[in-house]
């Protein structure tokens, strides 16, 4: 089965560059000029700067051609999912689509799973996802992660395919539970990056881990997925990693929140969109999201961090 990653951000040619080592991997940009720089420099000196290129990677801005061998790994942010496979519809066809974005579209509040089986019917299709920095896999640093597929086959054979020196892929076939993890996760590091960022403290970056992994596995429950998979790397694991880590950009979204700065926006932050949707979602599942609604206020500027961990601390008191 031959291998393309289409997006060549960080995540892309992360995973471009550690597949690499078992065999030939095409990288797709969509910037002609930028994918023949990095051709030439053997490095992606805007995203990963520093990091070279392994002889089996191949960098260009021709779409790749879609067969029944092919997979196609989709790196790009999950708000520009839907339209990459609208254009590329033709070109996709026949491919395995492996997602690995992470996020909750807007306006359907779809995850990247039903935004493919949307676009593209038919299409076999598959979620990468869980604790990784694209730097850390770049650098050829252990990381392990989650493959979910929901036909189990199909997830044993991308488990082997896509499992390199660097990274250990744990298969699952709850793929509503790895996309919601992947999702959420961000929309409380946001959270957690404020707190610290207002000089809150860990205490309140642990209660908001804490009280954010609930809701969670609230809205894993409601939307039918098992709350196992909530407790693994794609949920739990991808947490911790994005709670608690300056590489992160959630996180730093956070931080600059809480420290009253202005974050770069050309910078991709799942988690702003994705508080978004799910705050818009959350009401129809008939759930109480206080800390996603919080983060929507955060961002939109409505509420202090303090003012919003007085508010809350001030919830009605209940059982855990
Ligand atoms: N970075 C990380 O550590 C990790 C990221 N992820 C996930 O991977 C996904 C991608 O993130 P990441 O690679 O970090 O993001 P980056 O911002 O680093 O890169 C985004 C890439 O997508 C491309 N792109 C954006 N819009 C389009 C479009 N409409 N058509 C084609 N290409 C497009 C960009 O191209 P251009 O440069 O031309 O704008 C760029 O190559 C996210 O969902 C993220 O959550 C998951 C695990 C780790
Ligand atoms: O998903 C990630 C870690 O698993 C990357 O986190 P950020 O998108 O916040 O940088």
Redesign the pocket.
Known sequence: MNISV?????????LAISLAAKGPVRLW???AG?AREMQERRENA??LPGIAFPPGLEVGADFPQGSEHAIMLL????Q?LR??LN?RAEALDGAVLVA????IELGSGAGPLSVITDTLPGAPHALL??P??????ARGLPTALTLAASDAAQGRRLQERLSTRNIRLYRTTDVIGAELG?ALK?VVAIGCGAAIGAGLGASARAALMTRGYAEMQRMARAMGARTRTLAGLSGFGDLVLTCTSE???NYRLGLAIGGGREFDSG??V?GAATARAVAARAPDLGLDMPITDTVVALLDRRVTPADAMARLLARPLKEE
């Open positions: 289409i997006g060549a951000g960080a995540f892309g040619t992360a940009a969509r910037d930028q805007r995203y790196a790009v942010p999950m520009q339209g990459v254009e690995c974005c992470k996020g996802t869980g990784s920095f694209a730097s850390d896999i992947g961000n590489q992160s950009r910078i991709t799942e």
